[in-house]
């Protein structure tokens, strides 16, 4: 709904002017529909203990909001059928990937984007709120930044410790640790 209403909104830059009240109708349609199904969505997950429950633990992450603790809600699984967090940052396509091709041995190293593409497109804002609100992002940011690692490497090693975060608050039943550090030595 979200993706309609923002095609919806880029027509109305380039429509003949009589379209435009239709396109704004349309607009304002998705708009409500949008709300709605964010309220029952709220609904489903306030009336769930156990959803509840995960939202709480969730909520205690600086940098994730209402919209992604639900998308990571709904992909549950992903988090609690795997026993270890590596499989599940490789499900969801963070894992670095090396390429070696031919005669290269070194090549440069992406992410690699197969997996749930929508659990990775909700972690991206996150990670960003995380880089300047998180007090662990922040001192895994310097660190990267010190190695002169650049900004989308950073921001993907941000997601991931995201999804390492998740993962251990969700596996232990603790709310986040302000106070926690790391060693990134």
Known sequence: MIDM?????????TTHETVEPSIKEHI??????????????????????????????LDSIPGLGETTIAVILSALHVFEGVKCVQKTVAFIGLAPKETLSGSSLKGKSRICKIGHARL???????????MRYNPVMIDFYRHLKEKGKNGKVILCAIMRKLVYLIYGILKSGKPFDQNYKQNFA
């Open 28 to 57: 304002g349609y998705l708009d409500q529909e949008i709300e709605k199904l964010k309220r029952q969505i709220a609904e489903v997950i306030d009336h769930d203990p156990n959803l509840r429950g995960k939202r709480d633990l």
């Open 5 to 13: 209403r923002t095609q919806e909104q880029n027509r109305l830059g």
């Open 120 to 130: 990775r497109k909700a972690l991206f804002m996150p990670a960003l709120v995380a």
